[in-house]
């Protein structure tokens, strides 16, 4: 389960890279063509750093988990749907973000993302209900694991509603999003939540 995740969580971060295009420059500068395509820089890294955030953050589930069965696997299959499709509203973003159209595309990238954390919570939760956790996995960490999980769902929903009165300030949500479960992960040493 692991190998195949691994998988597509390599192929989807990848796949990120795709909307990003050498600018047309015509009579003006390259450095002004640059600055006018940063939405589609920023929602690449913000993307970016959401994918690899649930990435470690699998890979430290996955650290709990002993076994797997049918119901486990479909819903990590679930969860990979998601992560699948992070590019396609990545891409809305980065073409949508200074158009009257930004509002949808942030509405749209929150869905996912919200979508994906409950999906995680839903994955973390039914293997402990399942006992596929490995024997004499220390209560406090599946404790503490699934209350840092229960915040993904309420960020990715805050800073979904926050686009209908401004999508920028949504879009700068999710980018502080990604930068506190980055350094939730690294500097800390904490769990990120999904």
Same mark, same amino acid.
């Given at each position: 389960?692991?190998?195949?995740?691994?998988? *597509?969580?390599?192929?989807?971060?990848?796949?990120?890279?795709?909307?990003?295009?050498?600018?047309?420059?015509?009579?003006?500068?390259?450095?002004?063509?640059?600055? /006018?395509? @940063?939405? !589609?820089?920023?929602?690449?890294?913000?993307?970016?750093?959401?994918?690899?955030?649930? @990435?470690? +953050?699998?890979?430290?589930?996955? #650290?709990?988990?002993? #076994?797997?069965?049918? *119901?486990?696997?479909?819903?990590?299959?679930?969860?990979?749907?998601?992560?699948?499709?992070?590019? =396609?509203?990545?891409?809305?973003?980065?073409?949508?973000? /200074?158009?009257? +159209?930004?509002?949808? %595309? %942030?509405? =749209? =990238?929150?869905?996912?993302?919200?979508?994906?954390?409950?999906?995680?919570? %839903?994955? @973390?939760?039914?293997?402990? #209900? %399942?006992?596929? &956790?490995?024997?004499?996995?220390?209560?406090?960490?599946?404790?503490?694991?699934? /209350?840092?999980?229960?915040?993904?769902?309420?960020? =990715?929903?805050?800073?979904? &509603?926050? !686009?209908?009165?401004?999508?920028?300030?949504?879009?700068?949500?999710?980018?502080?999003?990604?930068?506190?479960?980055?350094?939730?992960?690294?500097? @800390?040493? #904490?769990?990120?939540?999904?």
């Amino acid at each position: 389960m692991e190998a195949f995740s691994d998988g *597509v969580f390599a192929i989807a971060i990848t796949l990120l890279v795709l909307d990003l295009h050498v600018p047309e420059v015509g009579d003006g500068s390259l450095a002004h063509a640059l600055v /006018r395509q @940063w939405p !589609a820089d920023a929602s690449y890294a913000v993307s970016f750093l959401t994918i690899g955030i649930i @990435w470690i +953050n699998h890979h430290g589930l996955m #650290r709990h988990i002993e #076994r797997c069965d049918r *119901v486990l696997l479909s819903l990590n299959i679930f969860l990979l749907m998601m992560i699948a499709i992070v590019p =396609y509203p990545t891409a809305l973003i980065s073409h949508y973000a /200074r158009t009257p +159209n930004a509002t949808a %595309a %942030a509405l =749209y =990238y929150g869905a996912v993302m919200v979508t994906m954390a409950l999906i995680f919570n %839903a994955l @973390w939760h039914y293997a402990i #209900r %399942a006992g596929l &956790l490995v024997q004499g996995a220390d209560p406090r960490d599946v404790s503490g694991i699934t /209350r840092s999980y229960l915040i993904g769902p309420l960020l =990715y929903g805050t800073a979904t &509603l926050l !686009a209908f009165a401004s999508s920028d300030a949504s879009l700068v949500m999710y980018a502080a999003i990604a930068i506190f479960y980055l350094a939730s992960a690294t500097l @800390w040493g #904490r769990r990120a939540p999904a």
